[in-house]
């Protein structure tokens, strides 16, 4: 069990599915939405013990938070969501709004100069984000940030939900997570040949 307390940005699968996960594995929890009595949001504190509110009161809850909102409106809800100086953000968001892939990470970096961001787990579906054993063999995560503290908190995290340390390989700065974000239109690609979203890649040498 841990102490820490996390607040999860968004109510959609990817968010109910962190969410969920990081309430299994000890977490204290708090889903932020706009509305405190979102449906979704209270739902789901009801059927896991974690907490509804605001986007606001979940930035509030501690020390790291998940933005699992679109990618396309990311920079708004951290608008919403308060003071987030010294916090660390792990952004698993991809933009979606157009044909071409657009940086997220790396513009809430700049937004926020005092937020920590850490880019990962945007090149799986929710369900490997949150099982990766899901899988019948090894296969690589990726993480990248500027801030080396902020990075081992959240590959912290990602132990926690099943990632073996020798999987994630960091890429560096923060610079280097619209490389992770380019990724999504092979994604996409590769589930349309697939059929089902339970895939990844794995780097190997």
């Known amino acids: 069990m841990t102490d820490l307390n996390v607040g999860v940005l968004g109510t959609g699968m990817v968010g ?56 396309g409106a990311s920079l708004d809800v951290l608008r919403a969501a308060g003071d987030l100086a010294g ?8 933009d979606l709004t157009s044909a071409a892939v657009k940086p997220v990470a790396a513009g809430l970096q ?14 799986v579906n929710c369900e490997i984000m949150v099982r990766p054993d899901l899988l019948s063999q090894p296969h690589t995560m990726f993480v990248a940030g500027d801030d080396t503290d902020a990075k081992a908190l959240v590959k912290g995290v990602l132990a926690k939900f099943g990632w073996p340390e020798r999987d994630v390989l960091d890429l560096g700065g923060i610079d280097k997570a619209f490389a ?7 994604w996409l690609a590769l589930w349309g040949v697939k059929g089902d979203l339970r895939f990844n890649l794995s780097v190997v040498s």
Do not use: C
């Open 180 to 186: 992770m974000e380019q990724y999504l239109p092979l």
């Open 110 to 123: 700049a937004a926020f100069p005092e937020l920590k961001v850490v880019k990962t787990l945007n090149t």
């Open 87 to 94: 916090k660390v953000l792990a952004d698993i968001s991809n």
């Open 16 to 71: 109910e599915a962190i969410a969920t996960r990081l309430v299994e594995v000890g977490y204290d929890v708090v889903m932020g939405s706009r509305d405190a009595a979102n449906p979704k949001a209270v739902a789901w504190a009801e059927r896991t013990g974690g907490r509804a509110g605001t986007f606001a009161d979940a930035a509030a809850h501690g020390p790291l938070l998940f933005n699992a909102t679109p990618g």
